[in-house]
């Protein structure tokens, strides 16, 4: 099993990534996604996930509103929207597969590094 984290950048406030989760060896048929966060000095936390119904769970309040999970199946990619950008979103993000969506993750990608700065 592969994920594949992609699409960090350098944005200023206000500005908007996508980040993609690009899947091998297993089917988002069948499995759940989150996305997690790390920032300099905390510890890692949940933002999202989607699960095989495409139902979605938010981990992080303060992403509601700003934050959106989609999935392309056909591509076993799943994508994180990410609008409004705040500094406090500063992270490296990764995606794991979470099976229920209940924040207890297992296979892990490598990160990819998000600033918002200005």
């Known amino acids: 099993v592969q994920l594949q984290a992609s699409g960090g950048g350098l944005v200023q406030p206000g500005g908007s990534l996508r980040l993609s989760c690009a899947v091998s060896?297993?089917?988002?048929?069948?499995?759940?996604i989150g996305w997690f966060r790390q920032a300099p000095g905390k510890e890692r936390e949940g933002v999202i996930c989607?699960?095989?119904?495409?139902?979605?769970?938010y981990y992080k309040d303060s992403v509601k509103g700003r934050f959106t999970i989609s999935r392309d199946n056909a591509k076993n990619t799943v994508y994180l929207q990410m609008n409004s950008l705040k500094p406090e979103d500063t992270a490296v993000y990764y995606c794991a597969t979470d099976g229920g969506c209940i924040g207890n993750p297992d296979f892990w990608g490598q990160g990819t590094q998000v600033t918002v700065s200005s």
């Open positions: 989607i699960n095989s119904s495409g139902e979605r769970t």
């Open positions: 060896g297993l089917s988002l048929d069948w499995y759940a």
